[in-house]
């Protein structure tokens, strides 16, 4: 069974940072690219990040660029994502997507405020 579990959300003050982290199984998560992606309250969802199953190369939205870092280790099966300087606007449910067959996790709540 495939399943995408995330953690790693919560409140933090403006300016703090916090490290995401997304479980997968019932695939190896290596193997393909991957993605983050958030959805504030009353908007639809934003892409936040891409890493690319061959070479590991990233991608990620003007929004989070120089603040947000992608990343993944093979042998523990796990995406991440760290988040630093985070801003209000950065408040959200923040899923993990497996690309390929566009299914996400059941997400975790980012609340930036102080």
């Known amino acids: 069974e495939v399943q995408l579990v995330e953690s790693g959300g919560g409140l933090v003050q403006p300016g703090g940072s916090l490290r995401l982290s997304c479980a997968a199984s019932?695939?190896?998560?290596?193997?393909?690219?991957m993605s983050w992606v958030r959805q504030a309250p009353g908007k639809g969802p934003e892409w936040v990040s891409n890493i690319t199953s061959v070479g590991g190369t990233t991608y990620y939205a003007d929004s989070v660029k120089g603040r947000f870092t992608i990343s993944r280790d093979v042998a523990k099966n796990t995406l991440y994502l760290q988040m630093n300087s985070l801003k209000p606007e950065d408040t959200a449910v923040y899923y993990c997507?497996?690309?390929?067959?566009?299914?996400r996790g059941q997400g975790t709540q980012v609340t930036v405020s102080s």
């Open positions: 019932g695939f190896t998560l290596g193997r393909y690219d």
């Open positions: 997507k497996w690309n390929y067959y566009n299914i």
